[in-house]
């Protein structure tokens, strides 16, 4: 799996870019056309954080603090807004993964990037997939990390779990991917970009 990964990810771009490809938008039936465009995209960077553990692949997964003001919440990859001193949507991830989850870089092999996501909340993120060798110990921000957790490569990338639900925002009804997991609710941009690392491990 780790050199099918390798072989089939995109190649990781020097720069965070706020020229999206793929994101909430995308997620059909929504209409690109009615949603509300970047001009004010502010750019981002997470890591999808594969540990690959003897019995197999997971994906590590964390879990945001109810009260902060984005995504408040809601299941996440560990990242955050790109800061000047980050060199590159790389060290943004890696930065951002050791300050929330307490993961060193030392147990982080980055392997390439997803599409740059654009949310609705005018994100434009640079997905980082990283190979994470076990033995680590998780240390959380507890002011902005609840819980972290893992579940199965092998769940997100079977299409049966690609489910779709919607909800009225903005005045508009919105469509985006749901993927429930043992009491986890996995959705929006966090299960659109799984969707997308399925996508390109299936083309």
Known sequence: M???????LLDIPDHASLSATWGDHY???NDLAKLPKGQT???AAVLVPIVDH???QTVLLTQRADHLRTHSGQVSFPGGKVEKEDKGPVDTALRETEEEIG???SHIEIIGALDVYETGTGFAITPIVGIVTPGFTLVLDE???AEAFEVPLDFFLDPANHTM???EWQGAVRHYYDM????YRIWGATAGMLVNLHDLLAD
């Not at 429930?180 to 009491?183: A, E, I, L, Q, T």
């Open 2 to 8: 780790r050199e099918r990964l390798k072989s089939r």
């Open 143 to 145: 002011y902005e990390v």
């Open 103 to 105: 993961l060193h870089r």
């Open 180 to 183: 429930p997991y043992n009491g």
């Open 54 to 56: 003897p019995t197999g």
């Open 165 to 167: 639900d919607s909800a």
């Open 41 to 43: 995209l502010k750019a």
């Open 27 to 29: 997620a059909p039936p």
